[in-house]
Each structure stands twice: as C-alpha cells, then as structure tokens.
C-alpha cells in the first residue's frame, strides 16, 4: 500500500484560505514568500500584472499612509493577482507540505 502526506492531512476551504492570507502576509511584510519550497518575491509577483494595475498598486501604496483604504486595495489588488498565479490546488499542496514532514 502506497502512502502520502494527502492521507493524513485534512484539508478544508478555510485552512486554504488562511493559508494564502498568511503567504500573502508575509510577501507584503518581507518582500518573499516561499511556496512548496521555491522563493516568490513581490518582484515575481507584480511581474505578471499589467501595468495600469501595477501603476494602480503603486499609487495606492505610496498614498496609504494618507488613506488605509487606498492600502487595503492595493492588497485586494495583489490578493486578485496572487490567487490566479497560486490557485487553489497549488495552496492546498503548500499547505499539506507545511503540515508534515516529507
């Protein structure tokens, strides 16, 4: 009988959730975030955004000290962005990674 970490890690919408909230925590706090063992830099990141929104990002966060909503749209910006290059499937298999130890 073969066996996986998949066995013995229970994985649910929330724990994906959380799970992409805090990695994208962390990419805003530091600038990088590891996922399923590979470096992702906010340069990566805003690499494959086009520009009117990376401009749009910019602006917001270079105002953000004046305007807490214009951060929390930058954020919901990158969160847009972070979700479609890192779906669901790729968190859940960071997630399981995380949760054992291969």
Known sequence: MTYNNFDVVEVNETNIIDTRDDMLFELCETGSVFILGHQVTM?????????????DVFAMLVSSNDNADAKDHAK???????????DDAV???HYID???DI
Do not use: A, H, P, R
Request: net charge negative; aromatic share 10%; glycine share 0%.
């Open 76 to 86: 919901e910006k990158l969160m847009e962005l972070f979700t479609f290059m890192y």
């Open 43 to 55: 340069s990566d990141l805003l690499e494959d955004i086009n520009q009117e929104d990376k401009d």
């Open 98 to 100: 995380s949760m054992t």
């Open 91 to 93: 968190i859940e298999e």
